[in-house]
T-cell receptor, first 113, second 112 residues
Framework: AQSVTQLDSQVPVFEEAPVELRCNYS??????LFWYVQYPNQGLQLLLK??????LVKGINGFEAEFNKSQTSFHLRKPSVHISDTAEYFC???????????FGRGTSLIVHP | DVKVTQSSRYLVKRTGEKVFLECVQD?????MFWYRQDPGLGLRLIYF???????EKGDIPEGYSVSREKKERFSLILESASTNQTSMYLC???????????FGPGTRLTVL
């Protein structure tokens, strides 16, 4: 069974600092990879996705992620965070041919002024 | 713009009540999902449906049932609500295998 590990449950940073949220998954077969963001009292919305092609994926709000097949990782990065980026971030993995994602437990990004 | 709506944002029910959570999507998606979200546990799949009248159990189906009579509507039913079902419930839909999911705003259910 697929598993997804988000290595940090909470990441505090100061505004305008860079941030990396880490995600590792277990499957060695082809996968589709996603990052979602959840603002307080809202549902999840897609930040970015990797289906195939370039391993560096750019998403909304200045976020990007890099797919590393050998390390089975899909870390999310932003060079300069804003207060408004404070939210919960979820990594999700779908094995090729399936439509059922496995979600990580989430990382709470807290941006301090 | 794609949209998934859920019938209530907040719901308070008593132990033993039958509870219905409704989800509607306007994107003509085949696949619909119900998750519950609890702090530190992420999203856990309760049930999903890949077609009208079709349903499959997810990881935590106990105490829940679902209904999908029309393509756009997927209902989650708590037959006899219990306090350990107090949680945030999220509905989602997707079009094809391997594609992203679109989420509703969630229903925060409290069972007293």
């Amino acid at each position: 069974a697929q598993s997804v590990t988000q290595l940090d449950s909470q990441v505090p940073v100061f505004e305008e600092a860079p941030v990396e949220l880490r995600c590792n998954y277990s499957s060695s077969v082809s996968v589709y990879l996603f990052w979602y963001v959840q603002y307080p009292n809202q549902g999840l919305q897609l930040l970015l996705k990797y289906l195939s092609g370039s391993t560096l994926v750019k998403g909304i709000n200045g976020f990007e992620a890099e797919f590393n097949k050998s390390q089975t990782s899909f870390h999310l990065r932003k060079p300069s965070v804003h207060i408004s980026d404070t939210a919960e971030y979820f990594c999700a993995v779908i094995p090729g041919g399936s439509y059922i994602p496995t979600f990580g437990r989430g990382t709470s990004l807290i941006v301090h002024p | 713009d794609v949209k998934v709506t859920q019938s209530s944002r907040y719901l308070v029910k008593r132990t033993g009540e039958k509870v219905f959570l409704e989800c509607v999507q306007d994107m003509d998606h085949e696949n619909m999902f119900w998750y519950r979200q609890d702090p530190g546990l992420g999203l856990r799949l309760i049930y999903f449906s890949y077609d009208v009248k079709m349903k499959e159990k997810g990881d935590i189906p106990e105490g829940y049932s679902v209904s999908r009579e029309k393509k756009e509507r997927f209902s989650l039913i708590l037959e006899s609500a219990s306090t350990n079902q107090t949680s945030m419930y999220l509905c989602a839909s997707s079009l094809i295998p391997g594609n992203e999911q679109f989420f509703g705003p969630g229903t925060r259910l409290t069972v007293l």
